[in-house]
Nanobody, 125 residues
C-alpha cells in the first residue's frame, strides 16, 4: 500500500488543523493505521492509531482530548483532526499502516510496515 500524508501547515497556538493520509494499492480496510510525529532534534513518537474498521482508537497522553483519529475506508483515507494546538505539537507528521486480521491497535513504529512521507506542522506561539 502507498500512503500520502497531507494537510500540514503553519498555524497559531490554539488553532485547529486536519491531516489526511490517503492510501492506494490495496484493500485499505485490511490495515491498521497510525500517526507519528518527529520534532526537530527529537525521536519520532507515536501520536494516535486506529483499528482497521475504525471502531477502536488509542492516543498518546499529551494529545488525548485534543486530537481525533478517524477513517473513511470507502475513501481509503485516515484523518487526524487536531484542536487547541500548542507549539509542542510542531513536528513532521507521518502516517503508517500494517495489515491485521483483528481490531488490534499498534503504538510502536516498528509495528508498521508501510510509511508515507511526512507533512510539516508548525504551531507558532
Amino acid at each position: 500500500v502507498q500512503l500520502q500524508a497531507s494537510g500540514g501547515g503553519l498555524v497559531q497556538a490554539g488553532s485547529s488543523l486536519r491531516l489526511s493520509c490517503a492510501a492506494s494499492g490495496r484493500t485499505f480496510s485490511d490495515y491498521a493505521v497510525g500517526w507519528f510525529r518527529q520534532a526537530p532534534g527529537k525521536e519520532r513518537e507515536f501520536v494516535a492509531t486506529i483499528s482497521r474498521a475504525g471502531t477502536r482508537t488509542y492516543y498518546r497522553d499529551s494529545v488525548k482530548g485534543r486530537f481525533t483519529i478517524s477513517r473513511d475506508n470507502a475513501k481509503n483515507t485516515v484523518y487526524l483532526q487536531m484542536h487547541r494546538m500548542t507549539p509542542e505539537d510542531t513536528a513532521v507528521y507521518s502516517c503508517a499502516a500494517r495489515t491485521t486480521v483483528t481490531g488490534a491497535l499498534y503504538a510502536r513504529d516498528d509495528d508498521y510496515t508501510y510509511w508515507g512521507q511526512g507533512t510539516l506542522v508548525t504551531v507558532s506561539s
